[in-house]
């Protein structure tokens, strides 16, 4: 049988992107209509870490809990081999990515940056980093790859065949995530409905500030973090300790913070159109001026190392305090309509 010259799948702008493990799987879901209702059941929750200078190497802020590595996405198969199995009898790295593309396999996998070109890393640190490609062409000898580039674009780029395989040969990785390679499929038969009692009880779980991974001790320890609206009070430390020169300049967290909220308020809009929340209520409405805020906090954060006037770490405080407040404001009416909505009665018709 004739191997195919070039091959391409479906992809599509994710709505998350401040951290690439969200970003890759959910640009495979965010093709397909039917990945919406999930999508928007869940994405709720936020955690910060409680130490944040030790863990900003770390996602010290993220969403709770969406990890390639430890997650099932009812709508995505996942598997993932380990270098060492792969280095025993897989071959070529370009063939087998080619081979998997062939079959609907997506490639997630670890490349150091070091031997990548138009990349900040290339032949000056040794970088090892996340990579999703999703199509090859094998007369070019090339990959299609989706990821930052040296702007901090999230864009598509081509990665050539020998490039790629270097870069995955002398990748080191220090993480034991990074020592797997993640192969990803869509399922095609997956259907799904928005599931609201999940929303009712992460809103809820957001709005009280509470432990969402208390719930998953029988999966795995519970983690030391401030979730939900406390995560206001972490910015307003991790600010503070940028002040005081403690912690560097990292726009991802802060990032993270203003994806939350543009994904929020598509959430609002989505339950309006689907008969959920009441549009004349207006809340999607309402809840643009929590996105304008997220999105002046990015701004500030961005400006930080530019700005002569050091006093601007007061009206970032204020800005978190007027954020929390409207965001609560707005949640609380959320969670109550859908509660009520959820505990009203089923009429049932009488028996002839």
């Given at each position: 049988?004739?191997?195919?010259?070039?091959?391409?799948?479906?992809?599509?702008?994710?709505?998350?992107?401040?951290?690439l493990?969200?970003?890759?799987?959910?640009?495979?879901?965010?093709?397909?209509?039917?990945?919406?209702?999930?999508f928007?059941?869940?994405?709720?929750?936020l955690?910060?870490?409680?130490?944040?200078?030790?863990?900003?190497?770390?996602?010290?802020?993220?969403?709770?809990?969406?990890?390639?590595a430890?997650d099932?996405?009812?709508?995505?198969?996942?598997?993932k081999?380990?270098?060492?199995?792969?280095?025993?009898?897989?071959?070529?790295?370009?063939?087998?990515?080619?081979?998997?593309?062939?079959s609907?396999?997506?490639?997630?996998?670890?490349?150091?940056?070091?031997?990548?070109?138009?990349?900040?890393?290339?032949?000056?640190?040794?970088?090892?980093?996340?990579?999703?490609?999703?199509?090859?062409?094998?007369?070019?000898?090339?990959?299609?790859?989706?990821?930052?580039?040296?702007?901090?674009?999230?864009?598509?780029?081509p990665?050539?065949f020998?490039?790629?395989?270097?870069?995955?040969?002398?990748a080191?990785?220090?993480?034991?995530?990074?020592?797997?390679?993640?192969?990803?499929?869509?399922?095609?038969?997956?259907?799904?409905?928005l599931?609201?009692?999940?929303?009712?009880?992460?809103?809820?779980?957001?709005?009280?500030?509470?432990?969402?991974?208390?719930?998953?001790?029988?999966?795995k320890?519970?983690?030391?973090?401030a979730?939900?609206?406390?995560?206001?009070?972490?910015?307003?430390?991790?600010?503070?300790?940028?002040?005081?020169?403690?912690?560097?300049?990292?726009?991802?967290?802060?990032?993270?913070?203003?994806e939350?909220?543009?994904?929020?308020?598509?959430?609002?809009?989505?339950?309006?159109?689907?008969?959920?929340?009441?549009?004349?209520?207006?809340?999607?409405?309402?809840?643009?001026?929590?996105?304008?805020?997220?999105?002046s906090?990015?701004?500030?954060?961005?400006?930080?190392?530019?700005?002569e006037n050091?006093?601007?770490?007061?009206?970032v405080?204020e800005?978190?305090?007027?954020?929390?407040?409207a965001?609560k404001?707005?949640l609380?009416?959320?969670?109550?309509?859908?509660?009520?909505?959820?505990?009203?009665?089923?009429?049932?018709?009488?028996?002839?």
């Amino acid at each position: 049988m004739t191997k195919p010259r070039k091959r391409q799948l479906p992809i599509a702008e994710p709505p998350i992107q401040g951290f690439l493990h969200h970003a890759y799987t959910l640009t495979i879901g965010a093709h397909y209509p039917e990945f919406y209702p999930w999508f928007y059941s869940n994405y709720i929750q936020l955690r910060c870490y409680r130490d944040i200078p030790n863990n900003m190497h770390h996602d010290y802020l993220n969403f709770y809990n969406y990890d390639l590595a430890k997650d099932l996405f009812p709508w995505l198969t996942v598997e993932k081999i380990s270098r060492e199995v792969f280095a025993k009898g897989f071959g070529d790295i370009a063939s087998f990515i080619c081979e998997c593309l062939d079959s609907d396999y997506y490639l997630y996998l670890f490349l150091d940056k070091y031997f990548l070109p138009e990349r900040d890393e290339y032949q000056t640190r040794h970088f090892i980093h996340d990579h999703f490609i999703y199509g090859y062409d094998r007369d070019e000898r090339l990959f299609d790859f989706i990821g930052f580039d040296t702007r901090g674009l999230f864009r598509r780029s081509p990665i050539a065949f020998e490039d790629l395989d270097s870069a995955f040969r002398h990748a080191d990785p220090r993480h034991s995530w990074q020592s797997y390679l993640f192969i990803m499929k869509y399922n095609p038969n997956y259907r799904s409905a928005l599931d609201l009692q999940l929303v009712i009880d992460l809103l809820d779980d957001y709005l009280q500030s509470r432990n969402t991974s208390e719930r998953f001790r029988m999966y795995k320890q519970p983690i030391d973090a401030a979730f939900g609206m406390d995560v206001y009070n972490s910015l307003q430390e991790y600010f503070e300790l940028l002040q005081e020169g403690r912690v560097r300049s990292d726009v991802r967290g802060v990032h993270i913070v203003h994806e939350h909220k543009k994904c929020m308020q598509a959430r609002l809009q989505y339950m309006e159109r689907e008969g959920f929340l009441n549009a004349a209520d207006q809340l999607s409405e309402a809840y643009g001026e929590v996105v304008a805020q997220a999105h002046s906090m990015k701004l500030s954060l961005m400006k930080f190392a530019r700005m002569e006037n050091k006093d601007w770490i007061k009206s970032v405080m204020e800005l978190i305090d007027q954020m929390k407040a409207a965001e609560k404001l707005v949640l609380e009416q959320v969670l109550d309509k859908l509660q009520a909505r959820e505990a009203r009665p089923v009429s049932v018709p009488a028996v002839p």
